[in-house]
T-cell receptor, first 115, second 114 residues
Framework: KNQVEQSPQSLIILEGKNCTLQ??????????LRWYKQDTGRGPVSLTI?????NTKSNGRYTATLDADTKQSSLHITASQLSDSASYIC??????????????FGGGTRLMVKP | SQTIHQWPATLVQPVGSPLSLECTVE??????LYWYRQAAGRGLQLLFY??????ISSEVPQNLSASRPQDRQFILSSKKLLLSDSGFYLC?????????????FGSGTRLTVV
């Protein structure tokens, strides 16, 4: 069964600190892995998309890593800001050609950054 | 630019009433369109997807239906809402760019059935 598990479920950090969110998946065949940021009551917004051959990808203060052998990914946030408070969702796309249920979503990590 | 519009943002409906949520996209042609439902603390669940006008595929049996009357319009409907239909509904579209299918989500509709 295709699954995406994220940890921790929730996290509270102080402004300016770094944090790392984890994602483990059992999706096959693997196509790519995405990290989304979702503000409360809003739709998810893409942060990064990583393919099989990419190990690290950065987007500003966000750095995602992917280990396709162990099927693990992480999202590292550097120098956190209050605006980073949101849910972060790990999503894995299945490597098939049809347009159906291609995405498997993790349950998300709810991050709260406190001043 | 490519944008997606979803409305309303919030909706409170009585049990047994009809539902119509609308989603439109701009700046792209022939996108794949999706309706998802998100439960608190859980991953998004795909409800319907469409690869073209009038083409609807359902992922899970439910009290809802979807229609795509135009290329860039996707509608989620119900004839009679149930309490269990309450949730956060997200519309999304995807278009292939190179080797990657990019997915863009709407801002969501919070539906409360009372």
């Amino acid at each position: 069964k295709n699954q995406v598990e994220q940890s921790p479920q929730s996290l509270i950090i102080l402004e300016g600190k770094n944090c790392t969110l984890q994602c483990n998946y059992t999706v096959s065949p693997f196509s790519n892995l995405r990290w989304y940021k979702q503000d409360t009551g809003r739709g998810p917004v893409s942060l990064t998309i990583m393919t099989f051959s990419e190990n690290t990808k950065s987007n500003g203060r966000y750095t995602a890593t992917l280990d396709a052998d162990t099927k693990q990914s992480s999202l590292h946030i550097t120098a956190s800001q209050l605006s980073d408070s949101a849910s972060y969702i790990c999503v894995v796309r299945i490597g098939r050609k049809n347009a159906g249920n291609m995405l498997t979503f993790g349950g998300g990590t709810r991050l709260m950054v406190k001043p | 630019s490519q944008t997606i519009h979803q409305w309303p943002a919030t909706l409170v409906q009585p049990v047994g009433s009809p539902l119509s949520l609308e989603c439109t996209v701009e700046g792209t042609s022939n996108p794949n369109l999706y309706w998802y439902r998100q439960a608190a603390g859980r991953g998004l669940q795909l409800l319907f997807y469409s690869v073209g006008i009038g083409q609807i595929s359902s992922e899970v049996p439910q009290n809802l239906s979807a229609s795509r009357p135009q290329d860039r319009q996707f509608i989620l409907s119900s004839k009679k809402l149930l309490l269990s239909d309450s949730g956060f509904y997200l519309c999304a579209w995807s278009v292939r760019t190179g080797w990657i299918y990019g997915y863009t989500f709407g801002s969501g509709t919070r539906l409360t059935v009372v």
